[in-house]
């Protein structure tokens, strides 16, 4: 006897796609959350100005809601992951783009380059696994 799969059963590299998405949500939702809640114990230790941090945290939600819609909808929708996917580069280049511009603490330093890697992180992995994904 050989095991069939459902007509409607999920091909495991987008069900992955689809967790990697809500694993990225969740790291952006508890960056947003701590932005937010702590901006001005953050803009102390990292040396970037509190308007800027501000930002940061309310675009991080606005991101976090586009993940999570992303996430959930069904058929997984190519174009909205790879609009993630860019956005996460942005992300990444713009994160360079901040420590250039501003003066950061050391501790500013290696938090913003530390977020950055975790961006790059999901950026090519959500970017793989569109690529076996069988998304529209």
Do not use: C, I, K
């Amino acid at each position: 006897m050989t095991a069939t799969h459902a007509p409607t059963a999920v091909p495991t590299s987008e069900r992955t796609l689809r967790r990697v998405l809500v694993a990225d949500a969740l790291v952006g939702l508890a960056a947003a959350v701590g932005l937010l809640a702590a901006t001005d114990l953050y803009a102390r230790l990292t040396g970037l100005p509190v308007p800027v941090l501000r930002g940061v945290g309310l675009t991080l939600v606005g991101y976090v809601v586009a993940l999570t819609w992303t996430s959930r909808v069904h058929p997984l929708r190519r174009r909205a992951v790879r609009a993630l996917v860019v956005a996460n580069w942005a992300w990444v280049v713009a994160s360079a783009a901040l420590l250039v511009a501003l003066p950061a603490t050391p501790f500013g330093v290696v938090s913003v380059v530390g977020q950055a890697v975790v961006v790059a992180g999901f950026a090519v992995a959500e970017g793989r696994l569109l690529r076996h994904s069988s998304a529209p």
